[in-house]
Each structure stands twice: as C-alpha cells, then as structure tokens.
C-alpha cells in the first residue's frame, strides 16, 4: 500500500510540473524537511534547507518571468524539457519499495510523460491567448496555471490518491485542449494567410 502511494504522489507531483516547474519541487522540499514525506534513497538532498532555499529562489523566479510579455512565451519552449526532467525526478525521489529499475522506467515513463502533456497543454492555452487577445489574458492564465500547480501539488503530498485522479482528469482534459487549441490556432493562421494574387492573361 506504502508502494502505491508514492507512485500516486509522484505521479501528481510531476503533473503538477507541467503547470510551474518549481513549485512541485519548493512543495516537496517543504514536506521532506517536516517530516511529511519520506524521500527515496539517494534523494535526501531535496529535503535539505540549501535545497529549500534554491527553490524558493527559482520558484518565484519563474512564477515572476510568466507575468512579462513575450517572455511568458519564452519560458514556455524552455519549461516543456524543463518540466519532464523535474517529473522523472519527482516520481523516482518518491516511489519506494520497488526494483530500481522499475522505478526508473516509471519515473521516465509516467512522471516525465505527464509533466510533458500537462506543460504542452498549457503551453498550447498560452498561444491561443496570446493569437486571440494579443497577451493580454496571459496574466489571467499564469495565475491560473500558479495556483493549479500548488494546488495540484499539497492534494498530492496530503491526499496521494486523490491527487492521482485529478491528475487522470488533467490528462484528459488536457487531450481535449491539444487537439482543441491546434485546431484554432490553424483557423487563425489559415484565415490570416494571404491570398494569391492571380495576374490577369493577355488577351489574345
């Protein structure tokens, strides 16, 4: 049951990356330095203070970064390698009892996977917003995904399976507006394309 659990924890801890990539981490450290949370061997190190302190640091960095124009965008091709390594790191610290093997093929599988489709699925939210209102609802959704992935991350480190299906609601909707979000921005980009100009024959 312990095994279970903290392949739940992971698994939405590294959802939770897809939204900000730190902020699972700061949540991590935060419950490993309390006692919450017993961390995977070889993993000790992110429930230390300088480990604390280094995600505090880059966590309001990034949650900083999304709140100015075009840099939001930036940040978004850079979170998406980003946030799949913090997702196999997140799963592997915290699964324990299994064959090292298999915890790593988990880790790189589920946690990486689903860091990966959560952060393109709010990287693909972010380009409609910024082809529909010119960034100006970027602010709106960089708060929305802030506080997603908090709140993601202390339902996972208090309710692990709880935290495990939200995460599948998460995938799914998730699936919805990939495909959804592709398909409008190929309608804005098709009815921006310039017709061609079609020169007139000479007369005969």
């Known amino acids: 049951m312990d095994t279970i659990l903290s392949i739940c924890l992971g698994i939405g801890l590294s959802a939770a990356c897809g939204f900000r990539v730190f902020v699972p981490l700061l949540c991590l450290s935060l419950a490993a330095l309390s006692g919450h949370v ?4 070889g993993f000790a ?4 203070y300088p480990a604390l302190i280094a995600f505090a640091v880059a966590t309001g960095l990034e949650i900083a970064a999304y709140y100015i124009p075009y840099v939001d965008n930036l940040m978004d091709a850079l979170a998406i390698p980003a946030a799949t390594v913090a997702g196999i790191l997140l799963t592997a610290s915290t699964v324990t ?4 093997m298999l915890k790593w093929t988990l880790a790189i ?8 489709t959560t952060q ?3 990287t693909k939210l972010r380009a409609l917003s910024t082809a529909t209102t010119g960034g100006l609802a970027n602010p709106v959704v960089s708060t929305a995904e802030a506080g997603s992935s908090t709140g993601l991350s202390i339902i996972a480190l208090v309710w692990p399976i709880l935290g495990f299906i ?5 995938l799914i909707a998730s699936t919805f507006l990939i495909a959804y979000v592709g398909k409008k921005v190929y309608g804005l980009l098709k009815r921006t394309k310039p017709e061609p100009v079609v020169s007139a024959g000479t007369p005969a």
Do not use: E, H, K, R
């Not at 190190?45 to 230390?48: D, H, K, M, P, T």
């Open 38 to 41: 017993q961390l995977a061997n």
């Open 45 to 48: 190190w992110i429930g230390s």
């Open 97 to 100: 009892g299994m064959d090292p």
């Open 109 to 116: 599988i589920a946690g990486g996977g689903v860091a990966a």
């Open 120 to 122: 393109v699925a709010t």
């Open 166 to 170: 939200l995460v599948v609601l998460v």
